[in-house]
Nanobody, 127 residues
Framework: QVQLVESGGGLVQAGGSLRLSCAAS????????MGWFRQVPGKDREFVAQ?????????YYADSIKGRFTVSRDNAKNSVYLQMNSLKPEDTAVYYC???????????????????WGQGTQVTVSS
């Protein structure tokens, strides 16, 4: 079955950077879009970024992180990444990667439109 495992979270000061990784297994990784979401206690899971299947030539970002975060993928390593720069305290959350059952590009900014999830990794940004 599809498994997603995030890593790379931690504590960082405001203005700093972190790079999250998500390792996928269980099927042909390159055929499916990948996404990143985040969630804080008491709030809904929030869309962060999405990258298309194949070479990842199409990306889609939430306005709140546009220009600061970059999503990428390495199909040879079955991994997707989220480079986070200029971090702010409001970026503090548990970050999840996600993928879908079907190939093809559809912008998916709602958590309900994704089919598989990792366990999450905590990112804490101190002021």
């Amino acid at each position: 079955q599809v498994q997603l495992v995030e890593s790379g979270g931690g504590l960082v000061q405001a203005g700093g950077s972190l790079r999250l990784s998500c390792a996928a297994s269980g099927r042909t990784f390159s055929r499916y879009a990948m996404g990143w979401f985040r969630q804080v206690p008491g709030k809904d899971r929030e869309f962060v970024a999405q990258i298309s299947d194949g070479g990842g030539g199409t990306t889609y970002y939430a306005d709140s992180i546009k220009g600061r975060f970059t999503v990428s993928r390495d199909n040879a390593k079955n991994s997707v990444y989220l480079q986070m720069n200029s971090l702010k305290p409001e970026d503090t959350a548990v970050y999840y990667c996600a993928t879908v059952q079907r190939s093809g590009w559809v912008p998916r900014s709602t958590a309900g439109s994704w089919d598989y999830w990792g366990q999450g990794t905590q990112v804490t940004v101190s002021s």
